[in-house]
Every structure is written in structure tokens, then in C-alpha cells.
């Protein structure tokens, strides 16, 4: 998975056929036999057919998801699968994410992206570059996957090359240059990566005494994704190193879970942020929030107007328009999906005590 083809499914036009999503929880730990998730596709399959309009149309789709998910998945390193089918506009995309997912059935006009988005969202794309005098590497860490890996060599010159001619200071100072021009190098191997395949964040795995000579050698757009430096040696295992990013991972996702609750409580005493089910809910109708700060696992039943998208916690009368409200089983689900689909960002907090006394759920809005 990454942002280029969730950029893509959120572009594509079905033409008004209807399109079906899916997201399935296949993490072996939980779901031991292929029988346990394939019972839990087919409760998804029946209550979508019950309660979505489009289910009739959406048949073909239904039944090539269904042939996917019963045809034996080779489950080693997914842990949540996501399909996305829509036969009369040629789409069929099946991404395989190594984290579990929400189980969702969803038949709509358009992909149901919301949790694909918020995985991309928490799970950021990590770069490290290792080096030392005359080696570097590269590798690109997305949701504990080393996704791209390369690496450099650059032989220092040793004395014996020398034919003796040169005295000490002079191969040192050689050396050095040497070093200097590899570390250059290796800054230039770490862009061209960054070119091709991006990332979020950069970890220097250095000697402490080389982190600050390898940081003036980056490109301006990578000095300001270093996140942090380690000494990792440059003989790492892959398992080391994701490691290390999982760490890393962890203290960002802590200090920008901090950081948004202390401005969501700050823009409570200032009138920009709102905590709460209900006022959430209302400000979200109004297409104030800007982001969306919810506990994760937070669900709770409610209420979705099919006509104008209205969430709310009581109905069935939708407040806004003549029609009457379909009820949900998570309307946190649906406020997350309606929230990124008006542009607004989603952050998900584990273990908040902060968040969970404000309802477990609040918004930075707009205006
Ligand atoms: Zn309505």
C-alpha cells in the first residue's frame, strides 16, 4: 500500500455503478482457520445485502470477493486484507497489509478509503540510512516491512596502495577527503531513494561522532525529516533495524498524540475545538472539523441520513432534510470516513487518559 494508489482509488469515477469495499481482519492469531474469517465475510456479505441499496447491482463484485476470500489466501505476513471491486468500471484491487483491519463491507459509488487512509496516516514511511567510513545503507520501513533496500561501498585508501611514498599525516588527510566524499555519497544514495519511492521520516544510524558531518551532507528536504539518530552498526540485521523504526515510530505517534490533545484542550477554552459524541457529530454536519481526534476502539451506535449524509447519535427523523435516517453500528466509523472525505485528518490515540475524560472522542474545527 502506499499514498500513490490510495491517491488513485480516490480519483476513480465508477460512472454511478456501484463499487464494493472490503475490509477483512485475516490475522492468523486471532482468526486461527481459514473458516473464521471466511464465517465473518459471509455475516458481511448478508448484512450488506440487507441493508445497501446497491447490493443487487453489486452482485459480479460480490461474488469474484467472495471467490478471492474462499480461494485460499496465502496468509504468511498480512494480517488485513482490503479489496476494492467495481467490475463495470475495471476496477479490482486487492492490498495486502501486514496490520489487521476493521472488518467493513461497504457498497457505495465510490472506494470506501477511510481506514486505508488512517493506516497510511499512523503508519508513516521510514528511511535509514546507515554509514560509516567506507559503507552505507539505505532502507525504507512502511508498517514493519522493509520496503526497498540499498547499499553503497566506497574502499578507503590504505597505505599499502601507496607504495610507501607517503608519510603518515599525508594518508590520514587522504583518508579523511575519502571519508568525506563517501559520506556525500551516501547522502546522495539516501535523496535518490527519497526521489523514488519518498518518506516521512529519516533516521541516521551513525556513530555519534559522525551524525552531524552525514546531516550537512543531506539535501535540505531530507535535513528536515531526520527524526532522530542511532548508532546502528552498519552490519544490522533487517529485524534490528525494524526494530529500531518501530521504536522511533512509537515516540513520534506518543508526542503527536500529546500534541493534539493539548491543542484540543486548549481550543476548548477558546471556543475552536469541541469533545464529545454529539457535538462532534453536529460540527462535523457543519464541515467545521478540521481534525478528527478519536480513542482508538471508540465505537458506538448511531444514526446516517442516506440522502444527506447527516450523522447523529439519536434518529430516526433526519433533523436537515424530509428523509428518514438509516441506523449504523459504529457512527465513529462513519465520522472518521465523512471527516477525510472533507479534507479534514484523522488522529487516533491509544491510552489518552486526557482524551477518554472528554468523551473519548473531540475536533479542531475550522472556524
Ligand atoms: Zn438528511
Known sequence: MDNDTIRSLARMDSGGAPVVSLYLDVDGSRRVRPGDYQR???KLVSHAKAAAAGAAGAAEDLERIQ???????????IRGLAIFSCSEAGLWEVINLPVPVRDQLVINQSPQLAQLELLAEQHARFAVLLADRQRARVLVVQMGEIVRSEERFDALPRHEDDGGDWDRDHVHHHQAAAAQRHLRRAATLAFSVFQDDGFDHLILGTPEEMVSELRHELHAYLRDRVATARPIPLAARDDEVRQVVQEVEEELRRSRETAVVGELREGLATGKAVAGLAPVLASLVERRVATLVVSTGFAAAGWRCP???HLAGV?????VCPADMDQVDDVVE??????????GRVVSCRDNADLDVLGRIGALLRY
Do not use: I, M, N, W
Open 334 to 343: 462513519e465520522a472518521l470516513g465523512l471527516t477525510l472525505s472533507h479534507g
Open 40 to 42: 465473518q465475510f459471509e
Open 315 to 319: 434518529g430516526r427523523r433526519c433533523p
Open 67 to 77: 471467490a478471492y476470500v474462499k480461494g485460499g489466501l496465502d496468509r504468511s505476513g
Open 307 to 309: 440522502a444527506c449524509d
